[in-house]
């Protein structure tokens, strides 16, 4: 499916393909070889005339440590960041905090998964 797409010579589809060959990524057995595939990944979009692609490419080789360290660990941040994007919530609700013990209070009383009903 992906050579056939690819063979269209489209930038959308080649773009997606590029895209959908990164997910590989994820499935490699240590960073070693998540890095050798990414370096390969790698040489074939900024190879390519894809702008958006190879500006997407040089960011996660910036970062390519951090990416591939997920293979060794097999953990990610998707925790802390939701935990993030609630509290972000609970200030816009209440359109900021003027007294930061007010502010931890409702972090806790939200994110505490207290119940407000006695058992």
Known sequence: MFDATFGLHLKTGKAWAFKEMLRDLWGQDSAATATTFFNDWYKRVIHSK????????????????????YCTHRITNGVAEGMNSKIMSINRRVGGFRNRNNFKTAIFFYCGGLSLYPQ
């Open 50 to 69: 894809l702008e958006p692609m190879k500006t997407a490419a040089r960011s996660i080789k910036e970062r390519l440590a951090n990416v591939v360290s």
